[in-house]
């Protein structure tokens, strides 16, 4: 695992410092990766599994931290419009939710006076001890099998629309075998 200036040096763009987000976002991965003693992240082998409850800033950096990726399932995201996510340790089975605090982003502003407020926050972030910026408490969590990485689960077909659908998703209405969106879920319009 990088140390903190090493993911911030990662994340920059172009020789510019990344957003006080990502600062913050890196921060909390490192304070959960602490909590569940886990040094190096990326030989996980999917066994590391997050939940992140934004989108924006927090999955980018649990990716470059963590190495979790969507794309492998060890990514999720839950929105729930929070700044926190929780971390499942798959081989030890315990799991840290971190959430950033409110009162850091308050804080930045006294104890960085007289400097632009993102530059603030970036530094607040930066250099505040790991308890200011974000609190983490063990939970439990509950992956469903179908969830995670490496699961296969045989596609079926909606009776309805005729696409596939994977991972068990699938709904029962009517007596029939239908996808969510034929279920009422539809995120979208047919035009
Ligand atoms: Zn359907």
């Given at each position: 695992?990088?140390?903190?200036?090493?993911?911030?040096?990662?994340?920059?763009?172009?020789?510019?410092?990344?957003?006080?987000?990502?600062?913050?976002?890196?921060?909390?991965?490192l304070?959960a990766l602490k909590?569940l003693?886990i040094?190096?992240p990326?030989?996980?082998?999917?066994?590391?599994?997050?939940?992140?409850?934004?989108?924006?800033?927090?999955?980018?950096?649990?990716?470059?931290?963590?190495?979790?990726?969507?794309?492998?399932?060890?990514?999720?995201?839950?929105?729930?419009?929070?700044?926190?996510?929780?971390?499942?340790?798959?081989?030890?089975?315990?799991?840290?939710?971190?959430?950033?605090?409110?009162?850091?982003?308050?804080?930045?502003?006294?104890?960085?006076?007289?400097?632009?407020?993102?530059?603030?926050?970036?530094?607040?972030?930066?250099?505040?001890?790991?308890?200011?910026?974000?609190?983490?408490?063990?939970?439990?969590?509950?992956?469903?099998?179908?969830?995670?990485?490496?699961?296969?689960?045989?596609?079926?077909?909606?009776?309805?629309?005729?696409?596939?659908?994977?991972?068990?998703?699938?709904?029962?209405?009517?007596?029939?075998?239908?996808?969510?969106?034929?279920?009422?879920?539809?995120?979208?319009?047919?035009?």
């Amino acid at each position: 695992m990088k140390s903190l200036e090493e993911y911030i040096q990662a994340a920059s763009r172009n020789g510019h410092p990344p957003r006080p987000g990502i600062i913050l976002a890196i921060r909390m991965c490192l304070v959960a990766l602490k909590g569940l003693e886990i040094s190096d992240p990326d030989k996980r082998k999917r066994s590391l599994v997050v939940i992140t409850e934004t989108d924006r800033c927090l999955p980018d950096a649990i990716q470059l931290v963590t190495g979790c990726r969507l794309a492998n399932r060890t990514l999720k995201l839950r929105d729930m419009g929070k700044m926190a996510a929780t971390f499942a340790d798959l081989a030890s089975e315990r799991a840290i939710r971190v959430a950033a605090r409110e009162s850091a982003n308050e804080k930045s502003g006294l104890e960085f006076p007289g400097i632009d407020r993102l530059e603030a926050l970036a530094r607040a972030y930066h250099f505040y001890s790991d308890e200011d910026p974000c609190h983490a408490e063990w939970v439990k969590v509950r992956i469903q099998p179908q969830d995670l990485p490496g699961s296969h689960f045989q596609r079926v077909i909606c009776e309805q629309c005729g696409e596939g659908i994977g991972f068990h998703r699938e709904v029962r209405m009517g007596g029939r075998t239908v996808c969510r969106a034929c279920a009422g879920e539809r995120y979208y319009e047919p035009l």
